[in-house]
């Protein structure tokens, strides 16, 4: 994995579980014989799929089970008979993502990460280190905020964006030295919480603040293709989706961080 000859490719989302991630329809029939199980569903969403080797998600284990009881995490390789991958083209046309259709999908016990009904505790162990450390690096960000300040070099332009480059530098920094932080009190033997939630607003609406600064320095010719900053804007509107929209990620930390009222069922 680490030398990216592995690839792994994350199964949360389902066409009715998206936000809502505890109403996972994909279910998992025990296949006492064999030592296993078959998983049977459709995930959506699913980055890197097309040309990824495996797939982890959560599936149902237990049938009267609702919500984030009864969910189990399995490691699912998506090479596996029953697995049809089918990608889905993102705003630049690539199929970055995609559909996976499981029927009857054979897992040995050995592939259930986290043992059978442990599968939310699992998942949001997961969600918490990708929102909070592993999602984006920080020398992604740092290369594009150095790249936006040469532009505004070359550029010159007006004062306002000069500041907003400015802004989008600091941020880009904020981010890397925040990291830093996490990784140090991960080392103390500290958890990721709920605060994650934070990190994720932050990085995902600096990088839409950092390109949208350099397509308007780049100005009519931000409209131009190979421009170089075009591919990823588009990839940084996703950004407040992917990983948990930030409405969500503001609700959490509204009650998980704030320590705010929940909204009570259909209101306001
Ligand atoms: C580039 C990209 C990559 C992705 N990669 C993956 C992946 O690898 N694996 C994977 O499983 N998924 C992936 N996703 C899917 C992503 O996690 C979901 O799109 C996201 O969680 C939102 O779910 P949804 O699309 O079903 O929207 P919905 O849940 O239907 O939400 C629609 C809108 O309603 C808002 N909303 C919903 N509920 C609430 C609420 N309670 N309060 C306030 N607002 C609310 C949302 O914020 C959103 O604006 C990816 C998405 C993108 C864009």
Do not use: C
Not at 84 to 94: C, F, N, P, W
Not at 135 to 157: E, H, Y
């Amino acid at each position: 994995m680490a030398r990216g000859e592995e690839i792994w490719a994350q199964g949360w989302s389902e066409p009715e579980a998206g936000s809502d991630l505890a109403n996972v329809r994909g279910r998992a029939e025990r296949d006492e014989e064999r030592g296993g199980w078959r998983l049977s569903g459709q995930k959506t969403w699913s980055s890197r799929a097309t040309y990824g080797h495996w797939l982890f998600g959560l599936f149902r284990t237990d049938p009267d089970s609702s919500r984030h009881r009864g969910l189990t995490y399995f490691l699912v390789p998506l090479d596996a008979e029953g697995v049809t991958v089918r990608g889905i083209a993102q705003l630049d046309g690539e199929p970055g993502f995609a559909e996976v259709f499981l029927d009857e999908v054979f897992v040995p016990d050995a592939q259930v990460l986290g043992g059978v009904g442990q599968g939310w505790t699992v998942a949001m162990s997961t969600t918490g280190s990708e929102r909070g450390l592993t999602l984006r690096s920080p020398g992604r960000f740092m290369a594009a905020a150095d790249r936006l300040v040469d532009l505004a070099r070359a550029a010159a332009p007006g004062e306002a964006l000069r500041q907003d480059v400015a802004r989008a530098w600091m941020e880009a920094d904020a981010y890397r030295l925040y990291t830093f932080h996490t990784l140090t009190r991960l080392e103390s033997g500290e958890a990721i919480g709920p605060e994650s939630s934070v990190n994720k607003v932050f990085w995902s609406e600096l990088d839409l603040r950092l390109h949208e600064t350099a397509l308007r320095i780049l100005g009519p010719d931000g409209e131009l293709p190979g421009n170089g900053w075009t591919d990823g804007f588009l990839f940084a509107l996703a950004g407040p989706i992917y990983g948990g929209t930030n409405e969500i990620q503001r609700n959490i930390i509204a009650e998980r961080v704030l320590g705010l009222p929940r909204e009570p069922k259909g209101g306001q």
